[in-house]
C-alpha cells in the first residue's frame, strides 16, 4: 500500500469502458475510507458522457449491493464531487 492509498480498475463489458477506482483512507475519521470512481479515457476512441456516466454508476451499484450486505460497514454514501476537494471532513454530517 502506498501512503495515500490503493488504486484497481474494472472495465464494463457492456460498453468496454474502464473506471479507475481509487481507495483512500479518510483522515478525518477512524476505519473510513474514500471511493473514488473515475473514467480512464481512451486516447483514439472516446465514450460518450452518457455510456461514462452510466459505467460509473454500474460500478457504484455494484459497490452499493455488496456494502449493503455486509453488516461491517455502518455508513456509506456518494459524492458528486470529490470531498477532499469540497472540504466536507465528516461524512456523516453531509
Given at each position: 500500500m502506498e501512503d495515500w492509498g490503493w488504486y484497481a480498475s474494472v472495465r464494463i463489458e457492456d460498453t468496454n469502458t474502464s473506471i479507475a477506482m481509487l481507495?483512500?483512507?479518510w483522515d478525518y475519521l477512524d476505519d473510513c475510507w474514500l471511493i473514488g470512481l473515475e473514467p480512464r479515457r481512451k486516447l483514439?476512441?472516446?465514450?460518450?458522457?452518457?455510456v461514462t456516466r452510466a459505467a460509473v454508476d454500474c460500478?457504484?451499484?455494484?459497490?452499493d449491493d455488496m456494502l449493503e450486505e455486509d453488516d461491517?460497514?455502518?455508513?456509506f454514501g456518494w459524492y458528486e464531487r470529490n470531498p477532499f476537494?469540497?472540504?466536507v471532513t465528516d461524512p456523516r454530517k453531509s
Open positions: 481507495f483512500y483512507a483514439i476512441r472516446r465514450q460518450s458522457d452518457e460500478v457504484a451499484d455494484a459497490i461491517r460497514f455502518e455508513l476537494d469540497s472540504g
